[in-house]
């Protein structure tokens, strides 16, 4: 006698079942399926009789009280964690040879150009301007990078930690928009005689200089990361 | 009935904690494994003695990954996809690692239960 197997119809079921369950994520859903149809086809061998809701639910009552919930509750935590752990070693990086040579330049640089401004504005928005536009282009890159053209009628967690990462982007943007309106502030507030802190401006230009890798790591790297391994995994989804 | 219910409780409990090394350690012996097979394949190695639930196999499983200790391969079976699991070269070590840390504590657990046997 053949073996009871699911039909295409039984497993389009299930992935709709795993929306009744809140799962409506692709990739999780993927899984759970395979695990339930291999389940319901064991099931089938001790009763080839039993009927296909009967096995469903028997099978699912496996997964106890709380369902599919903790298992895509627990998924979105893991993600978040694996690319934040990304993030941190990608900014470490920079404090480690021999990135940091870069690190300890790019505050030197800075510090230079807080100091020759000596409290002037105009001098500073010019010696700024580099800093000006490498922010445009962090902005241009990241519209590019947060982008997986994917197959119409499917979402992911993956894609989805990607927008979030995303909305993470754009707040953390402004903040070095808001440092700077700030400072022009304080240089047109401030009397140009007055003796301006090294200290203070040392920190300023280490604070900048983090602010930047930090952004570049959002920007770019993050998003890059995620993306490849989005396409590792399901490269069928994606529109080439 | 209650006494049972107690008892496999309490051995669940104990193999909670190890459930992160016994995943591994059965992917590096059998080599890529899918979850279901998994649940499987435990419950057929412990005699039945040890189920492991869905709800905490899953988890794990994605957290280990996330971890870069299981890597991930995504196939076409029949008529659906099926994901499976391989340990990675960290995975690897950390296993050597965890099976380090748990036969000693098997010892110490051994000698602090059964002190006659440590002076014999």
């Not at chain 1, 010019?126 to 197959?151: D, E, G, H, R």
């Amino acid at each position: 006698m053949t073996e009871r197997k699911l039909t295409p119809e039984q497993i389009e079921n299930l992935f709709s079942f795993c929306e009744e369950q809140e799962v409506y994520h692709y990739d999780l859903q993927m899984e759970l399926v395979d695990h339930l149809a291999a389940a319901i086809e064991q099931k089938w061998q001790e009763e080839p009789k039993l009927n296909y809701n009967k096995a469903l639910w028997a099978v699912f009552d496996q997964f106890g009280v709380s369902g599919f919930r903790k298992i895509r509750r627990a998924k979105e935590k893991e993600l978040r964690k694996k690319y934040s752990r990304v993030l941190w070693q990608y900014i470490g990086e920079f404090f480690k040879l021999p990135k940091i040579i870069l690190t300890i330049a790019i505050t030197l640089i800075l510090f230079g150009i807080f100091r020759k401004s000596e409290n002037n504005l105009d001098k500073f928005l010019l010696l700024l301007f580099p800093y000006l536009i490498f922010l445009a282009v962090i902005q241009f890159m990241n519209k590019k990078k947060y982008q997986i053209s994917l197959v119409p009628g499917k979402s992911f967690l993956l894609n989805d930690h990607l927008k979030w990462i995303k909305s993470r982007f754009d707040v953390s943007f402004q903040v070095p928009t808001f440092a700077l309106i700030f400072y022009i502030e304080y240089l047109q507030r401030t009397n140009a005689y007055q003796a301006h802190n090294a200290y203070v401006e040392l920190l300023i230009a280490f604070l900048v200089t983090f602010f930047s890798i930090f952004l570049v790591a959002m920007s770019i790297y993050v998003p890059k990361r995620i993306k490849e391994d989005f396409i590792r995994e399901f490269p069928q989804f994606v529109k080439s | 009935m209650f006494t049972k219910k107690l008892r496999e409780m309490g051995t669940n409990q104990l193999y909670k904690g190890s459930l992160a090394t016994i995943i591994l350690k059965l992917l590096g012996e059998k080599g890529r494994m899918y979850g279901y097979q998994i649940t499987q394949e435990v419950k057929a190695i412990s005699s039945g003695e040890f189920v492991i639930t869905e709800g905490a196999l899953y988890p794990m499983l994605h957290k280990l990954e996330a971890q870069g200790l299981l890597t991930v391969e995504i196939e076409m079976t029949g008529n659906r996809m099926r994901k499976y699991y391989s340990i990675t070269k960290n995975g690897k070590k950390e296993v050597v690692d965890r099976m380090t840390e748990m036969e000693s504590f098997i010892r110490n657990m051994q000698s602090l239960l059964n002190p006659k046997i440590e002076m014999a």
